[in-house]
């Protein structure tokens, strides 16, 4: 645990590596000021550490969470903010979250990201593995850490690509996205993750994350992007629910026509929905959708990719 009991606490020590197949440890959390009856006003709360990195078919581990600020001293007027009170003390900020650790080189999940403290940001959650051939699908990204009151969720890890097919029953999958942390009272909902990418064998996009729930006054996280460079792009992520008074958001379809290792005639993913505002809220306008890969010249056999340019002529006899 960091030290504290200053204007500034100190960081908490990120953990080790695991072994060849062990998960990692969890961070440590951080300093918590606020429950700290020795801490000087104002004092910040320690971040959490970050989770260490799965071994080749271990897991993440989990970062650790902020810890909260210490209270600052009352003005004359007893409210507890120097612009406010004379002679007051603003009272610290909440620490951070750590970031999860990513999963193994061969399988595991990313690990999820620690919660913030009051007023801190959720760490972002760790992403999933590739699939390697033959092995199990892609693993799915983990959820962002929820914000502190008044603060930012985080973003939701990527899934990771599937596994090329080595035979019936052993097709890799792709992983979807994780989901955005949920933000603070007045903080904004984390951005989902982005769904793991389809090949030739496994032509399915994984799903974007969906969005992050904002807090009272915050605004819903964007969904993430679907997967694509496959036959079939995942979808979009829903978008998180505003809150009281909160405008939703909308996340973008997969943009085919951008990505140069897009397949010829790849279809464009479909925008997100809108969020839907708060009781007094606007609703958040719906995603674009993402342009289709061009399709294949006349007479031309495409490569597995347009974007490598590797495209060989078909003989007319």
Same mark, same amino acid.
């Given at each position: 645990?960091?030290?504290?009991?200053?204007? %500034?606490?100190?960081? %908490?020590?990120?953990?080790?590596?695991?072994?060849?197949?062990?998960?990692?440890?969890?961070?440590?959390?951080?300093?918590?000021?606020?429950?700290?009856?020795? &801490? &000087?006003? *104002?004092?910040?709360?320690?971040?959490?550490?970050?989770?260490?990195?799965?071994?080749?078919? /271990?897991?993440?581990?989990?970062?650790?969470?902020?810890?909260?600020?210490?209270?600052?001293?009352?003005?004359?007027?007893?409210?507890?903010?120097?612009?406010?009170?004379?002679?007051?003390?603003?009272?610290?900020?909440?620490?951070?979250?750590?970031?999860?650790?990513?999963?193994?080189?061969?399988?595991?999940?990313?690990? &999820? +990201?620690?919660?913030?403290?009051?007023? +801190?940001?959720?760490?972002? +959650?760790?992403?999933?593995?590739?699939?390697?051939?033959?092995?199990? $699908? *892609?693993?799915?990204?983990?959820?962002?850490?929820?914000?502190? %009151?008044? /603060?930012?969720?985080?973003?939701? @890890?990527?899934? =990771?690509? *599937?596994?090329? $097919?080595?035979?019936? !029953?052993?097709?890799? /999958?792709?992983?979807?996205?994780?989901?955005?942390?949920?933000?603070?009272?007045?903080?904004?909902?984390?951005?989902?993750?982005? +769904? !793991?990418?389809?090949?030739?064998?496994?032509?399915?996009?994984?799903?974007?994350?969906?969005? !992050?729930?904002?807090?009272? &006054?915050?605004?819903?996280?964007?969904?993430?992007? #679907?997967?694509?460079?496959? $036959?079939?792009?995942?979808?979009?992520?829903?978008?998180?629910?505003?809150?009281?008074? =909160?405008?939703?958001?909308?996340?973008?379809?997969?943009?085919? =026509?951008?990505?140069?290792?897009?397949?010829?005639? %790849?279809? =464009?993913?479909?925008?997100?929905?809108?969020?839907?505002?708060?009781?007094?809220?606007?609703?958040?306008?719906?995603?674009? @959708?993402?342009?289709?890969?061009? #399709?294949?010249?006349?007479?031309?056999?495409?490569?597995?990719?347009? !974007?490598?340019?590797?495209?060989?002529?078909?003989?007319?006899?």
């Amino acid at each position: 645990m960091a030290g504290g009991t200053g204007a %500034t606490a100190g960081h %908490t020590g990120a953990t080790g590596v695991s072994g060849v197949s062990g998960d990692g440890g969890a961070g440590g959390d951080g300093y918590n000021a606020g429950a700290d009856p020795s &801490a &000087a006003p *104002g004092t910040a709360g320690g971040d959490g550490g970050a989770g260490g990195d799965g071994g080749s078919t /271990g897991n993440g581990g989990a970062g650790g969470a902020g810890g909260s600020g210490a209270a600052g001293l009352p003005g004359a007027n007893g409210v507890f903010a120097g612009a406010l009170g004379t002679n007051g003390f603003v009272g610290g900020l909440g620490g951070n979250g750590g970031a999860g650790g990513r999963g193994g080189s061969i399988s595991g999940n990313g690990g &999820a +990201g620690g919660g913030g403290g009051l007023g +801190g940001v959720g760490g972002a +959650g760790g992403d999933g593995v590739t699939g390697l051939s033959g092995a199990a $699908a *892609g693993a799915k990204g983990q959820a962002g850490g929820d914000g502190g %009151t008044g /603060g930012i969720g985080g973003a939701g @890890g990527n899934g =990771g690509a *599937g596994g090329v $097919a080595l035979g019936s !029953g052993s097709a890799g /999958g792709n992983g979807d996205g994780g989901d955005g942390g949920a933000g603070g009272s007045s903080g904004t909902g984390g951005t989902g993750g982005r +769904g !793991g990418d389809g090949d030739a064998a496994t032509p399915d996009g994984g799903d974007g994350g969906n969005g !992050g729930t904002s807090g009272a &006054a915050g605004i819903g996280g964007a969904g993430g992007v #679907a997967g694509g460079t496959g $036959a079939t792009a995942g979808h979009t992520g829903a978008t998180g629910v505003s809150g009281v008074s =909160g405008d939703g958001g909308g996340g973008d379809g997969y943009n085919a =026509g951008a990505d140069p290792s897009a397949v010829a005639g %790849t279809a =464009g993913g479909n925008g997100g929905a809108g969020g839907d505002g708060g009781s007094t809220g606007n609703g958040g306008a719906g995603g674009a @959708g993402g342009s289709g890969a061009a #399709a294949c010249p006349a007479l031309m056999v495409c490569s597995r990719s347009v !974007g490598d340019e590797r495209i060989r002529r078909r003989s007319r006899r």
